[in-house]
């Protein structure tokens, strides 16, 4: 009798299943309290892709076996197919959901932890008050030098001589505050908030400036050139005065600190429009107000500004000061933050109405958690807010730079300059744009209220255009976009005329650059310049910083 076939082999043992993806993000080096985050990805095969049903024996041992074999590879190469899209996806959608606003939702912090960091900073609110200034470029020109008093050598000459600060019996600083800031577009040109200082709290009003490092009080030291304010000088005591040593002082100086006997921090800081301000720094009490309505106490470093030169000379000067909110370490929100106050994020809210004024915050309390478009700061030794547009339109029209379109472009956001600022180029071809769409348009040389003014005894409203800045796009499709309207940038003079608020950076050393100032940074009331330089707590609202290493962001309303 004929020996029955042998049974057929068993078919390969099954590859093993991949089931899901689990990403563990360490925290910074230097905060291993933040913790860990997990995310947890699952995987599931399509319907019926399962492992294959035993194959009937239908044909002999060996090529049943082979058949199978090959089955298996194909199931194999097919399953790694799939998770490697998979992955790719995910990796994919990681990668620009950082840029998206639903970064927050798709890898956002669990609620229980932001509100613990929440609770230990806290958030100010300041009013912003409108001012009766003529336009000026207010930041910081070039390096902040060490101050000299100004003297006539007796020939019509000034030379240079230090000033030895006198102590004073007052001095401080103490106070509130729910401050809002002031100002309108124009003729004003900057906004001013309030600050209290002194024992007993003392106010004194300050121009809000992004553009500036060191805020600044006219004090009497004594009084060497010094504007009428609108409230008496600030008068420091002699254990009041920073000596050279301090690290603020250091970090103001830089490599001009090398004074050994030296007594006292001098400064001197040179505006964009060349008119200065010259002085020592002093450090005193700063009283805050929280939103949530608890006091704060701050050991605040300013400048004690004796000698002013140019405009700040002016009188009646509506301000005593500048209020400095750039990204250095001497700067209001740095010093705030670098004490665990708040975190380190402002921004401000600038009506259009013809009133004038908003608010300024301080701390991420009042941060908007949608509707916004996030884009990168670079950071520079100037510690300006600097981004980049990857284009800017009038209108349809591209504004080319270097006779080349799609060239990008330094941005520049300074609440202390009047007006927006083009290069050269780039403003000349928005002047031929501009006449190309109203030829009927009469220019009236006669109106020096700005460089372009044209006689209009018609609505001109429709002739202009919004002046977009593209800083790219979200998921390939959503562009970033800070859009500047037609009545964030005409003006109607006192003769009834319609003036061009955006001028030729030429006019402050400002070829190649666009500087966003006061006028065009008037946004909606619901809407929000934002800048932050906490790359920690910048992750817990963009949560993209850790993962490419960028400092700061800016935000504006879509």
Known sequence: ??????????????????????????????????????????????????????????????????????????????????????????????????????????????????QKERNETKSFLFQLYPKAHQGRALREFGNIKL????????????????????????????????????????????????????????????????????????????????????????????????????????ELQGDQNNCETCKQCDYEIEYADRSSSMGVLAKDDMHLIATNGGREKLDFVFGCAYDQQGQLLSSPAKTDGILGLSSAAISLPSQLASKGIISNIFGHCITRETNGGGYMFLGDDYVPRWGMTWAPIRGGPDNLYHTKAQKVNYGDQELSMHGHAGNSVQVIFDSGSSYTYLPEEMYKNLIDAIKDDSPSFVQDSSDTTLPLCWKADFSVRSFFKPLNLHFGRRWFVVPKTFTIVPDDYLIISEKGNVCLGLLNGTEINHGSTIIVGGIDSSLTPQSVILLCSDTINCVKLAMIISWFSIQMFLCVAN
């Open 1 to 114: 009798m004929p020996m029955p076939p042998p049974p057929p082999p068993p078919p390969p043992p099954e590859p093993p299943q991949l089931h899901g993806v689990v990403i563990i993000t360490l925290p910074p080096p230097d905060q291993p309290s933040k913790g860990k985050t997990i995310t947890a990805f699952t995987y599931t095969d399509e319907p019926g892709a399962g492992a294959p049903a035993p194959p009937l024996n239908r044909g002999p041992p060996m090529a049943t076996a082979g058949r199978e074999a090959r089955r298996s590879r194909r199931a194999v190469s097919r399953r790694a197919g799939a998770m490697v899209l998979v992955l790719g996806a995910l990796a994919l959608a990681a990668y620009y959901s950082f840029y998206s606003d639903v970064a927050v939702q798709f890898l956002g912090m669990e609620e229980e932890e932001a």
């Open 147 to 250: 101050a000299a008093k100004r003297v006539d050598d007796g020939g019509g000459r000034k030379v240079t001589k230090k000033l030895d600060v006198k102590g004073a019996t007052s001095a401080g600083t103490n106070s509130t505050v729910l401050l809002p800031i002031k100002g309108n577009v124009f003729p004003d040109g900057q906004y001013y908030t309030s600050i209290f200082v002194g024992n007993p709290p003392r106010p004194y009003f300050l121009d809000v400036d992004t553009g500036s490092d060191l805020t600044w009080i006219q004090c009497d030291a004594p009084c060497t050139n010094c504007a009428q304010g609108p409230h008496p000088l600030y008068k420091p005591a002699k254990e009041k005065i920073v000596p050279p040593r301090d690290l603020l002082c250091q």
